[in-house]
């Protein structure tokens, strides 16, 4: 069984840049979730779908971050335009039926903004 | 509303001595609860988690841990560290709104 892609796994750009993050989930989990994690902290969650709707973005910077789950597979986090503080590994997992199931995560992508 | 708190940043054992990672956490409804390891440059993979079934929960790698409603605590224990056990270890909580909150993490070490 094929594992949570994430692409790219490195990125640095400039500040004030735009960015954006692919993740492709275990095939047939109705649950994605997004998080940013920075160095030496816990994982936090920015955004969860379930399928293609949206269960929590309350932590998400939503003058600056945006993200989509089209048809309910894959999914995109975009950042526009970037800060220094949001250099950080961001994490995309995936479950089953996200009713307390168990997350698969991907490997990350490290994000450097200069 | 739920929070986590692991109550060591760090943890520091010899090779072959329990290992004890502290996690309390708050939940207003019955909560499903996980460990989760990160190994360096590796993703997050589970531990071992609990959902309301039996109380004391076995896991990958000889890791066991013990719900404890009455102190809410949820920590995470081996009894004989091996260097292969040097990680981050996050502790989750699931309350009713299934979404899930991590901990800060806890940094075990492990010496020769």
């Known amino acids: 069984e094929a594992g949570v892609a994430q692409s790219p796994r490195y990125k640095i750009i400039e500040k004030r840049q735009s960015v954006a993050f692919w993740c492709n989930p275990i095939?047939?989990?109705?649950?994605l979730y997004w998080y940013q994690q920075i160095l030496g902290q816990g994982p936090k969650l920015l955004i969860q779908?379930?399928?293609?709707?949206?269960?929590?973005d309350s932590q998400l910077p939503k003058d600056r971050f945006s993200a989509e789950r089209l048809k309910g597979v894959d999914s995109t986090l975009k950042i526009q335009p970037a800060k220094l503080e949001d250099s950080a590994v961001y994490l995309c997992?995936?479950?089953?039926?996200?009713?307390?199931?168990?997350?698969?995560f991907g490997p990350g992508t490290r994000l450097t903004v200069l | 509303a739920q929070s986590v708190t692991q109550l060591d940043s760090h943890v520091s054992v010899s090779e072959g001595t329990p290992v004890l990672l502290r996690c309390n956490y708050s939940?207003?409804?019955?909560?499903?609860l996980f460990w989760y390891v990160q190994h360096p440059n590796k993703g997050l993979q589970l531990l071992l988690k609990?959902?309301?079934?039996?109380?004391l929960v076995k896991g990958i790698n000889g890791f066991e841990a013990e719900f404890k409603k009455s102190e809410t605590s949820f920590h995470l224990t081996k009894p004989s560290a091996h260097m292969s056990d040097a990680a981050e270890y996050f502790c989750?909580?699931?309350?009713?709104?299934?979404?899930?909150?991590f901990g800060r993490g806890t940094s075990l070490i492990v010496h020769p």
């Open positions: 997992a995936s479950s089953l039926s996200g009713r307390a199931d168990t997350q698969y």
């Open positions: 095939s047939g989990h109705a649950t």
């Open positions: 779908f379930q399928n293609n709707g949206v269960v929590d």
């Open positions: 939940s207003s409804y019955s909560p499903s």
């Open positions: 609990y959902t309301s079934a039996a109380t």
């Open positions: 989750v909580v699931i309350g009713g709104s299934y979404i899930p909150t």
